[in-house]
């Protein structure tokens, strides 16, 4: 299985900050990757598909760029609407493994 | 406006099968791959297997022996069953519709970009 890490796990953060969360794969995935946006008691939300195309609605500040095993999750004017909890997930091959998430807090 | 909605028991028996179904509105069925994902109390979340409209599959190999994904394209509806459930099967399970975006250089990649909102199966006695 491909395994997928995400640092920090934990963030704290102002309105206004800019954000980076990073994604990094056990094994290279290519472009093969995606960010969704969960809050409590709701489904996920895709933000980015193929590690760097911006989801439809999905709000410009949310960008995503790497390949192969290192990716990261920029909001660059972190808005209030925004505090949620962060996860990459592979789908370069089979099972389709998530991060363990990046929780982003209010400062 | 694609729309997805898991229905099923709140609570199952330990030894006993889960049984969901997801109900596809807005859209059709067809065309598409469709998933199961999970996600434990508190927890991150797991994929658990996909089908094809045309009935194809492919599993997480650490639930394969016990699970089962269907699909009925004349309810719009596919299905999902988990066989000898225990104590840590409980969670919330969704249903996702699954895209695909064709890059013309470094070929096709896939996204799960229409959710249901969850269904919580406890497994308890």
């Known amino acids: 299985d491909i395994q997928l890490t995400q640092s920090p796990s934990f963030l704290s953060a102002s309105v206004g900050d800019r954000v980076t969360i990073t994604c990094r794969a056990s094994?290279?995935?290519?472009?093969?990757l995606a960010w969704y946006q969960q809050k409590p008691g709701k489904a996920p939300k895709l933000l980015i598909y193929?590690?760097?195309t911006l989801q439809s609605g999905a709000p410009s500040r949310f960008s995503g760029s790497g390949s192969g095993t290192e990716f990261t999750l920029t909001i660059s004017s972190l808005q209030p609407e925004d505090f949620a909890t962060y996860y990459c997930q592979q789908l370069n091959s089979n099972p389709f493994t998530f991060g363990p998430g990046t929780k982003v807090d209010i400062k | 406006q694609v729309q997805l909605q898991e229905s099923g028991p709140g609570l199952v028996k330990p030894s006993e099968t889960l049984s969901l179904t997801c109900t596809v509105s807005?859209?059709?069925?067809?065309?598409?791959?469709w998933s199961w994902i999970r996600q434990p109390p508190g927890k991150g979340l797991e994929w658990i297997g996909y089908i094809y409209y045309s009935g194809s599959t492919n599993y997480n190999p650490s639930l394969k022996s016990r699970v089962a994904i269907s699909v009925d394209t004349s309810k719009n509806q596919f299905s999902l069953k988990l066989s000898s459930v225990t104590a840590s099967d409980t969670a919330v399970y969704y249903c996702?519709?699954?895209?695909?975006?064709?890059?013309?250089?470094?070929?096709?990649?896939?996204?799960?970009?229409?959710w249901g909102q969850g269904n919580l199966v406890t497994v308890s006695s």
């Open positions: 193929a590690a760097s």
């Open positions: 094994q290279g995935i290519s472009s093969s």
């Open positions: 807005g859209g059709s069925i067809r065309s598409y791959y």
């Open positions: 996702a519709r699954v895209s695909q975006y064709y890059d013309f250089l470094t070929g096709s990649y896939s996204y799960f970009d229409y």
